[in-house]
């Protein structure tokens, strides 16, 4: 079993930035793929980083290329999210799941464990 636990979240102005941390327990997560995805109020999950194990390949929503880089920290078992020239749009609550897997999606239907997910709030 695995446990995902988010931490980074917080509320900034836009054109800010933001490191997303996603720490994970109980078991290793090598060999594991990993993700973030967002849900603000209202709307359904919405896909925003992948990356493989080790971490050479990553992939983006169209929303957050350019913006968002996804990276991993294999000896601390974490994955990080930066997040620079934040826009109100991207207010929701941010989730890390992992998915044994290693083929990208962007479904959440891929993924088996997620993590409780942390606040980030971009004001105007």
């Known amino acids: 079993q695995v446990q995902l636990i988010e931490s980074g979240g917080g509320s900034v102005q836009a054109g800010g930035s933001l490191r997303l941390s996603c720490a994970a327990s109980?078991?290793?997560?090598?060999?594991?793929?990993m993700g973030w995805f967002r849900q603000a109020p209202g709307k359904e999950r919405e896909f925003v980083a992948f990356?493989?194990?080790?971490?050479?390949?990553?992939t983006y929503g169209d929303s957050v290329k350019g913006r968002f880089t996804i990276f991993r920290d294999n000896a601390k078992n974490t994955v990080y999210l930066q997040m620079n020239n934040l826009k109100p749009e991207d207010t929701a609550v941010y989730y890390c799941?992992?998915?044994?897997?290693?083929?990208?999606?962007?479904?959440?239907?891929?993924?088996?464990?997620w993590g409780l997910g942390t606040q980030v709030t971009v004001s105007s």
């Open positions: 109980g078991r290793t997560v090598s060999n594991y793929a």
């Open positions: 799941a992992a998915t044994v897997k290693w083929v990208p999606s962007s479904s959440t239907r891929w993924y088996e464990y």
């Open positions: 990356i493989s194990w080790p971490g050479g390949t990553t």
